[in-house]
């Protein structure tokens, strides 16, 4: 059982296209991240978000504590983009310092 | 500012052979985590530590052995290789999770057991 889910596990855009990547989790949580993650590389927090809406650059996170759900947007997308998005949570009630991730979103922008 | 820094990047290894992998931070985080990364899967946690000499089981925790005798290092064992631990193993850190900090990961250390 996946805890955190993510839609969809993979998508092709084209450059300028508008992107959206969902998450839903289950449980309690007290944060909820957004991860970056290019091929052969290491990963990258983008946003933690526990509320609201936090913007940077052309990402954008959204988080509704009481759907369980979370989305990361890219406006204008670029070939640049192309990564695994991983969503992440930190939940009540699990063991100190533990992170439930998501399996990733693998996108990939064409010119 | 280097970060989260683990070495080596790649290793090849034979199976019952050991390693140890580093990973070394300089923001003076207590929170420091090892993660092994799989095809299909999320990132598990296999041991993690909440501060200098302290370590603690994660998910996946067999066949690993950790330490932590500098707050700026955690180390990650294998004692016995095995080929079940072909993986990409990530190191990462932060100050307490959840409370508005972000997490910091190392650029990936890449195993292979033969």
């Known amino acids: ?14 450059e300028g296209e508008f992107i959206t990547i969902n998450c839903s989790y289950s449980v309690g949580i007290s944060a909820l991240h957004w991860l970056q993650q290019h091929p052969g590389g290491g990963i990258v927090s983008l946003f933690m978000l526990s509320s609201g809406k936090k913007k940077h650059g052309r990402l954008i996170a959204t988080i509704n504590i009481q759907e369980k759900h979370s989305s990361l947007h890219i406006t204008a997308s670029h070939p640049r983009d192309s990564a695994v ?9 699990g063991s100190q310092g533990n992170l439930i991730f998501g399996k990733g979103t693998k996108l990939s922008v064409k010119p | 500012n280097a970060g989260v820094t683990q070495t080596p990047k790649f290793r090849v290894l034979k199976t019952g052979q050991s390693m140890t992998l580093l990973c070394a931070q300089d923001m003076n985080h207590e929170y420091m985590y090892w993660y092994r990364q799989d095809p299909g899967m999320g990132l598990r946690l296999i041991h993690y530590s909440v501060g200098e000499g302290t370590t603690a089981k994660g998910e996946v925790p067999d066949g690993y052995n950790v330490s932590r005798l500098k707050k700026q290092n955690f180390l990650l064992g294998l004692e016995s290789a095995a080929p079940s631990q072909t993986s990409v193993y990530f190191c ?18 890449w195993l292979t057991v033969v």
């Open chain 1, 1 to 14: 059982k996946n805890e955190v889910e993510q839609s969809p596990q993979n998508l092709t855009a084209q």
């Open chain 1, 85 to 93: 998005y991983i969503c992440a949570v930190s939940y009540y009630g």
């Open chain 2, 92 to 109: 990462a850190s932060s100050e307490l999770p959840g409370s508005g900090n972000t997490i910091y990961f190392g650029e990936g250390s």
